[in-house]
Structure formats: structure tokens, C-alpha cells
Nanobody, 124 residues
Framework: QVQLAESGGGLVKAGGSLRVSCTASGRSFDHYSVGWFRQAVGMAREYIAS????????WLAAYVKGRFSVSRDNAKKAVYLQMSNLIPDDTAIYYCAASYGSSHLKLRSTYDTWGQGTQVTVSS
């Protein structure tokens, strides 16, 4: 079992960039796929991106393609979400989650463990 903690959120102006991190503790982090989700006020939690356990495969939701990317460093037990060209609609709490499997990574129910989230606010 791993535990996750997000960091790196903050306030950024529209058009700016931000990288949020997901750091794991516990064993066998390199056996877990990791997903990123976000939840805006009054909205459902939505899928953003995911990365396989080895980092060889990444997937992005269509609405962030070309603006966001996901990567990981298993030696540091960390996964990163790099966000650029941010818009006010990107304002949300950003969560990372870990799954021991590698299927259905767009579904919240796939994930075994969630972090507490980090707030990202994009001002206009």
C-alpha cells in the first residue's frame, strides 16, 4: 500500500504554468499506475491524465492535450503534472491517485489510494 501527498498548487495568472507533484510513501510505488483528477467547486471530480507504473505510457483527457503532460520519477517516488497555458476554468483541487492495476484508469473507482489534494487557482 502507498500513501500519496500532492504539492505545488497555488495561484497563477491565466496563460501561466504550474507543476504539481504527487509524492508517495510506502512500498512498491513502481508497481502502481497513477492518475490525476480535479474537482472544481460544485462539480464532479474529473479525470485529467494517467501514467503507467513504468512511465512508458501516458494518457491525457482530450480537453488538456497540448497543455498538460504527466511524468514520473520512480526513484523519487513522484509523479508530476505539468500544466501550461492555464485558463480560469482550470481552477480546482487537483488530486493524484494510485492503482495497482493498469486498466480503466479514467475511472475514479479504479484507484485504491488518493491524496488529499492541492488547490490550483487561475486568475483572469
Amino acid at each position: 500500500q502507498v500513501q500519496l501527498a500532492e504539492s505545488g498548487g497555488g495561484l497563477v495568472k491565466a496563460g501561466g504554468s504550474l507543476r504539481v507533484s504527487c509524492t508517495a510513501s510506502g512500498r512498491s510505488f513502481d508497481h502502481y499506475s497513477v492518475g490525476w483528477f480535479r474537482q472544481a467547486v460544485g462539480m464532479a471530480r474529473e479525470y485529467i491524465a494517467s501514467i503507467s507504473a513504468t512511465g512508458e505510457d501516458t494518457w491525457l483527457a482530450a480537453y488538456v492535450k497540448g497543455r498538460f503532460s504527466v511524468s514520473r520519477d520512480n526513484a523519487k517516488k513522484a509523479v508530476y503534472l505539468q500544466m501550461s497555458n492555464l485558463i480560469p476554468d482550470d481552477t480546482a483541487i487537483y488530486y493524484c491517485a494510485a492503482s495497482y492495476g493498469s486498466s480503466h484508469l479514467k475511472l475514479r473507482s479504479t484507484y485504491d489510494t488518493w491524496g488529499q489534494g492541492t488547490q490550483v487557482t487561475v486568475s483572469s
